[in-house]
């Protein structure tokens, strides 16, 4: 007889954010793979569950899928779970769910909390679509590529980030994507749980005399009818913006912070729009 595996969401933060399946499945299952074994025991305590626990995570999750899909094919049911919220979502488990789908083993999801949905829940911004990006890239570079990228779509955003780069993160959204309502979640689901809502100036300047601890999840508006307006007049001159702004450093004595300035008074542009394509051409350049 064929194992199964279920994927199972578990709590975010609060212990009693799980679901009478998730813990009827953690008890019966043969074996749970954790992401953190230390993390998972601490719920599995909490209901009294006994199952036997077993370590799979980025480090390992390669070799450990192949222990697994033996288990399986021995008959053996397993119980997918990461430190909180959903395997897969920003969480090892991928590896291994693949591997089961590929040889035709069952896989049951088993649903339960999201920290991209409890975040939305309470955001107070448009959640009929939204795009959730994970994290973004580490480096600024990247970073402000992948916002570029993102800076015209009419979706609210969501991500998550780390304590030590969210300020940086923060700033570079309010110079790609310019001042849009933002929500800063923090901690969700557990003591100190808050939802700062603010634009992006606001949110940086707090940032700047807050620093902040925990988990945190950033929700972004997305582009609005005029930030979409502001794009198509751009569109309709980026033909040249770069070759000017380049023209005016090459026959004056301007920098580029000037001669983006002349430029975008030449134009009629925001000096941010400006920045956008020069950056976005600059970008394209280093590919």
Do not use: W
């Not at 009693?16 to 993390?39: G, M, Y």
């Not at 719920?43 to 390669?62: M, Q, V």
């Not at 480096?139 to 969210?166: D, F, G, M, N």
């Amino acid at each position: 007889m064929l194992g199964t595996l279920y994927v199972v969401a578990t709590p975010i933060g609060n212990l009693e954010d799980i679901t009478l399946r998730a813990l009827r499945v953690l008890r019966e299952v043969d074996l749970i793979a954790c992401e953190d074994t230390r993390q998972t025991r601490k719920l599995l305590a909490r209901y009294e569950i006994k199952t036997p626990t077993i370590s799979y995570h980025e480090h390992n999750e390669r070799q450990r899928s192949r222990q697994l899909m033996e288990k399986l094919k021995a008959g053996a049911s397993i119980a997918l779970v990461s430190d909180a919220g959903a395997p897969t979502i920003s969480d090892p488990g991928l590896i291994l769910i693949q591997h089961a789908i590929a040889e035709s083993f069952p896989v049951v999801p088993i649903p339960g909390p999201s920290a991209v949905i409890t975040a939305l829940m309470a955001a107070g911004l448009p959640a009929e679509r939204f795009l959730f990006i994970g994290f973004l890239p580490a480096k600024q570079t990247a970073r402000r590529r992948e916002l570029e990228s993102l800076s015209q779509l009419p979706y609210t955003l969501v991500c998550y980030e780390a304590p030590h780069r969210i300020k940086a993160t923060v700033q570079d959204m309010l110079k790609i994507l310019g001042d849009r309502p933002v929500v800063l979640a923090r901690e969700l689901t557990k003591i100190h749980e808050e939802c700062q809502r603010a634009h992006l100036s606001e949110l940086l300047k707090h940032l700047e005399e807050h620093p902040v601890k925990g988990e945190l999840v950033l929700i972004v508006a997305g582009a609005s009818e005029s930030d979409l307006r502001s794009h198509q007049q751009i569109t309709h001159h980026s033909g040249d913006i770069y070759d000017r702004v380049m023209e005016l450093m090459r026959t004056t004595n301007l920098d580029l912070k000037a001669a983006m300035k002349k430029v975008a008074q030449e134009r009629g542009l925001s000096k941010n729009e400006v920045y956008k394509e020069v950056l976005n051409r600059r970008t394209e350049r280093e590919r």
